[in-house]
């Protein structure tokens, strides 16, 4: 088997790569490790920001997000002593869509079926050869056979598990990695949002987040330990300790109703560098991991791609510096969501070795925030997302 570019990785990084490259006249090979309803059952991401916005839409996947999805111009923070609004279109002139990562990845599969592009499920065991020549290519088995993919180049787009990143030579390698002393407990619940915009809580029993998917459909997240059984947190426990840590107007008219899904994610700061090795590409989660903070995982994912297709695309017509230039690219972007997600992170919640001084400082820059339109400039620019 042979193809121009195969992609390792199903998910929205490694379907988004595929799609922008195929309406460029570029053939792919997706590899995916799972079944399609397996990573369609996934509840991750919920904000895309405008240039995510923008991507699928040039891709040809807008239609459904512009029907379905929910424009957002503001968010809401709230802390022990006030509660305000940082309105995006006053200060940065743009603003986010609310809709779900799955609604995204279903949208691209559909879009690929249509292209009849081929994506392998349940491929196995996939190893990445001869990365540092011209002519690599790709091993795995799938229904039950051995198979190897012949490629002029490799996108890792494979996630923070994947074999991408691991296939380049440590020696070659360098991981920068925060890991915070806490995790996101996260419900599903069919039960209308408790507000029309997000709320994000800063609250001295930990951090709480309102967010949504739809009208009828609330995305909650509490700060919980990343180690608590889920056991732990039945669907009574959750909705209590989400009241105490909401503000009380908000509290008091949430509606609760049964978890339609319940995790706990671990948050980490990750990045490896450089996002490149020979003729392999890497592209998203399998680069870098963000706490989920500052809404940026996905679309640091589709960063990447914006980044990764146009070096391919023009690397294809012969431009081959563009293919030199996306690790460097790629990375100067990243960087910057991965500092607006720690500052963010490091500003809503409660860490074990917090001291007093920590708190007023906390406290101090959320009533800067509060009360500076260039504070509030400056996390709106952050937050609908930084130019490409
Ligand atoms: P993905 O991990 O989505 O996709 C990688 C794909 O590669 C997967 O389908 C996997 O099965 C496949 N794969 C792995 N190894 C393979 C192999 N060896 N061979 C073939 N295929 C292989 N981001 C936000 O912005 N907001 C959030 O609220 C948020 N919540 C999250 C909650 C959780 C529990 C997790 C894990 C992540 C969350 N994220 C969130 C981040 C998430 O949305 C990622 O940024 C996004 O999925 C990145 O997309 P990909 O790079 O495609 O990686
Ligand atoms: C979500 O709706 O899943 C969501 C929204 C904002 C975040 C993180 C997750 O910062």
């Known amino acids: 088997m042979r193809t121009q570019v195969a992609i390792i990785g199903g998910g929205p990084s490694g379907l988004l790569l595929s799609q922008t490259l195929n309406r460029a006249g570029i053939e792919t090979v ?33 239609a459904r997000m512009d029907r379905e999805g929910f424009v957002h111009d503001g968010t809401r923070i709230a802390s022990r002593h006030q509660s305000f609004r940082i309105d995006f279109a006053e200060r940065a002139h743009r603003n986010v869509m609310v809709y779900g990562q799955t609604e995204v990845t279903q949208d691209l599969y559909a879009a690929q079926d249509k292209l009849g592009t081929p994506i392998i499920h349940c491929v196995d065991g996939v190893e990445l050869h001869d990365l540092d020549t011209e002519t ?40 920068h990695v925060r890991t915070y002393p806490f995790g996101w407990l996260g419900v599903l619940s069919e039960t209308p949002p408790v507000g029309s915009e997000l709320i994000y809580a800063n609250h001295a029993r930990g951090f709480a987040l309102a967010s949504m998917r739809n009208t009828q459909l609330s995305r909650y997240y509490i700060q919980a330990p990343a180690d608590d059984p889920l056991e732990k947190w039945g669907d009574q426990t959750f909705w209590d300790e989400l009241r105490r840590r909401l503000p009380e107007d908000v509290a008091e008219q ?71 230039q996306y690790s460097t690219r790629a990375l100067a972007r990243v960087w910057k969501a991965v500092r607006f997600s720690w500052w963010m992170t490091n500003l809503m919640h409660r860490f074990p070795e917090h001291t007093d001084f920590d708190l007023r400082m906390q406290e101090t820059e959320i009533d800067y925030l509060a009360h500076s339109q260039a504070a509030q400039t400056v996390f709106a620019e952050n937050y609908v997302g930084l130019p490409y």
Not at 31 to 55: F, P
Not at 255 to 281: C, D, H, N, Q
Not at 313 to 324: A, K, P
Request: charged share 25%.
């Open 254 to 324: 949430m509606v609760t109703g049964p978890s339609i899904e319940k995790s706990i994610a671990p948050l980490r700061s990750f990045v490896a560098e450089p996002m490149r090795w020979g003729r392999l590409f890497l592209c998203g989660d399998a680069a870098h991991i963000v706490p989920p903070t500052g809404a940026k995982g996905l679309n640091l994912a589709v960063s990447d791609v914006h980044y990764l297709s146009d070096a391919l695309i023009t690397g294809y017509q012969g431009i081959e510096d563009s293919l030199d």
């Open 136 to 175: 690599p290519y790709v091993t795995f088995s799938a229904d039950g056979r051995d198979q190897r993919l012949e490629c002029d180049y490799i996108a890792g787009c494979d996630g923070f598990h994947g074999v991408s990143r691991r296939s380049i030579p440590e020696e070659r390698r360098t991981e």
């Open 30 to 62: 997706v590899l995916e490790r799972r079944s399609r309803d397996y990573v369609l059952s996934r509840i991750r991401a919920g904000i895309l920001e405008w240039g995510t916005v923008e991507m699928l839409r040039q891709a040809g996947v807008g």
